[in-house]
């Protein structure tokens, strides 16, 4: 069927929409393939369902391949099966929950471990049923705190998300490959650029967990990269290599300083030099961090406090990662009212511990080494305060941030940062959610096995907005063929009979042989044909215009602007030729 410009539901736009930041946006919406109805909702107009049907064809051909098998649940979902996993609690504010007219609660799913793990409970029971792969492409629910960018980040949005059964940790890592393989096909097919990084599980519970980050500076998702080995990894999931314990025998004591007006470490290193003893840097003072943390379902909020090397900062999304799914949030000046053991400024370990306050420190404070800190009396720091002597952490967590030259945590090289759009995540969970409702497979001994899972996800209209962000120009977007609305773009540029008689010959006989094809027969200049054409960005376009009376017309690359003059005979051919290549 030959889609006519004349009669296609589209209005495209001249002017960007006012909310737009991002290319993807203005572009697709400019473009007419979307349309906002409110904050994160769009609605899908018939070019931009086309481009959606067709990856979610290449996602379903890729999962098909590895032998998964395509179910569809609810988006409706009762409370019990996520009250079971605690998530009905743990998720937070970013579900979006409901009450029927009985006063039963309902939430809309923005992710469906529990219902899948519950559906191969209620069809299988034996170890012969497993392996078992299962999928659905399905719209989701997630109450974003800040939806953005269009399709980007939405707070509806579709998903294709899919579930591995296994009976044991080794067919657990092969189903999890086997996924990967399949997510590195269809993000090769779509055209995407791309990395794969190690991630963190944050609320999904589970171990090993990689991100699939399409490359774009418009990205949210800042990964750092090694400069030497092939190691990426999301900010949150880089591990601090930590230098090897030294002895503390022979250290000089701790000594209290007189040190007016340094409540900052920039203050506290200038006083420092200035007084002149030591060359003391930012790296050798130890700061401390105070945060509340609140547990899911709970109302009260808990002290913790953080200690990193003074020249770095605590990165907030790497803690909250570390303390997943726990909240955390600064301390405000009421906090530090309350609790007046804590001097503003001047906080040291010893005050922290005494009162009972958690205190974990960046992994690069080990035994053995000496640290300038608070000493928990305003204008007063204590030098020499070795840790595994005068201190000793109760731990320690990733939160210092992470910088462009640390060295890379596989020991090649150091890192450099760049910024993504996550659009596949996938993850080994384990026994999390098979424990919670006990799916068990009857074994070949006789006894029961419980069932591992994994789970394993794609932004599947995200990757559209990741698609638009690689592949547009300063006309508008340019599609990689296999998503693209159409395959040829034909332009009627003249008003007599030859002309406009030609276009829909070739557009007909292209029809025939199974092209896609976009006409624009509209009464309009061939200025305003020319310029929907580029803002529209089907791969091909073909100019049928006073060029038919020496018997040729143009076909122009989208990507590259190039056009060559084709005769009009041998047309059809050559673009079936440029389709299937
Ligand atoms: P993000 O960190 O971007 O919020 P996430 O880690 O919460 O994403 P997952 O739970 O891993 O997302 O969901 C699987 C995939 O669904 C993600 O990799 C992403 O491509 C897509 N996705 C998640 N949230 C959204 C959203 N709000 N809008 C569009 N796509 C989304
Ligand atoms: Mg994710």
Redesign the pocket.
């Known amino acids: 069927m030959i889609t006519r410009m004349s009669t296609l539901f589209l209005r495209t736009l001249r002017e960007d929409p006012a909310d737009a930041e991002v290319p993807s946006h203005r572009l697709l919406v400019r473009a007419g393939y979307v349309r906002r109805v409110a904050p994160g909702i769009y609605s899908w107009l018939p070019l931009g369902l086309r481009v959606l049907h067709n990856v979610e064809r290449i996602v379903r051909e890729e999962m098909d391949a590895i032998g998964a098998q395509e179910i569809h649940l609810p988006a409706l979902l009762p409370k019990e099966p996520y009250e079971q996993t605690n998530r009905w609690t743990e998720y937070g504010p970013n579900m979006f929950r409901l009450r029927d007219r009985k006063g039963g609660d309902y939430l809309l799913g923005p ?1 469906h471990e529990e219902l899948f793990a519950q559906t191969v409970k209620g069809e299988y029971n034996s170890y012969r049923d497993f392996p078992v792969y299962l999928y659905q492409i399905q719209t989701k629910y ?1 109450d ?1 705190e800040r939806p953005r960018a269009g399709i980007l ?2 707070r509806e ?1 579709v ?1 294709k998300d899919s579930y591995s059964f296994d009976l044991d940790d080794d067919g657990l890592r092969s189903s999890y490959e086997r996924h990967r393989g399949a997510y590195i096909r269809l993000f090769d097919r779509v055209g995407l650029r791309y990395v794969i990084v190690a991630a963190t599980s ?1 609320a999904m519970g589970g171990s090993a967990s990689e991100e699939f980050l399409a490359e774009s500076i418009t990205g ?1 998702d800042t990964f750092v990269r090694s400069t030497e080995s092939g190691f990426a990894a999301n900010v949150e999931a880089v591990t601090t290599p930590a230098p090897a314990a030294g002895s503390v025998e022979g250290k000089p004591a701790a000594e209290v300083h007189h040190t007016p007006d340094t409540p900052t470490i920039e203050t506290l290193v200038d006083f420092l030099d200035s007084s002149g003893e030591r060359g003391f840097t930012a790296a050798d003072t130890l700061k401390n961090v105070l945060v509340k943390t609140r547990q899911p379902g709970t109302r009260e909020w808990e002290l913790l406090a953080v200690g990193v090397p003074g020249d770095r900062e605590v990165d907030m999304k790497r803690l909250e990662a570390a303390l997943e799914p726990a909240e955390v949030e600064l301390l405000e000046d009421a906090d530090f009212a309350a609790n007046p053991f804590l001097v503003k400024g001047y906080v040291g370990p010893k005050a922290v511990q005494d009162n009972g306050v958690r205190y974990l420190v960046d992994p690069r404070i080990v035994t053995g080494t000496a640290w300038v800190t608070g000493a928990d009396k305003a204008d007063h720091h204590v030098v020499d305060l070795v840790c595994g002597r005068d201190f000793t952490p109760d731990g320690t967590v990733e939160a210092a941030d992470v910088r462009e030259g640390d060295p890379s945590p596989d020991g090649n090289g150091t890192l450099e940062a760049a910024r993504g759009i ?4 996938i993850f080994q969970l384990g026994r999390k959610y098979t424990d919670a409702i006990s799916l068990d497979a009857l074994g070949q001994d006789g006894k029961p096995k419980r069932v591992t899972m994994g789970s394993y ?3 599947v ?2 990757m559209i907005a990741a698609i638009a962000e690689q592949h547009h120009d300063s006309s508008g977007l340019v599609w990689p063929r296999e998503v693209a609305p159409a395959d040829v773009h034909v332009v009627v540029a003249g008003k007599d009979d030859t002309v406009r008689e030609g276009a829909e010959r070739i557009s007909a006989e292209l029809d025939e042989a199974g092209v896609r094809v976009i006409l624009d027969d509209r009464g309009v200049s061939p200025g305003v044909k020319f310029a929907d054409a580029e803002l529209v960005g089907v791969p091909t376009i073909v100019v049928v215009g006073k060029g038919l009376t020496k018997g040729v017309v143009e076909v122009k690359d989208r990507a590259t602007g190039e056009g060559t003059e084709v005769s009009a005979d041998s047309v059809v051919g050559h673009l079936v030729g440029l389709v299937r290549s």
């Open positions: 992710t997630r974003e980040r939405g949005f998903m944050g949210e996550e659009i596949g995540h996800g794609v932004g209209s995200r």
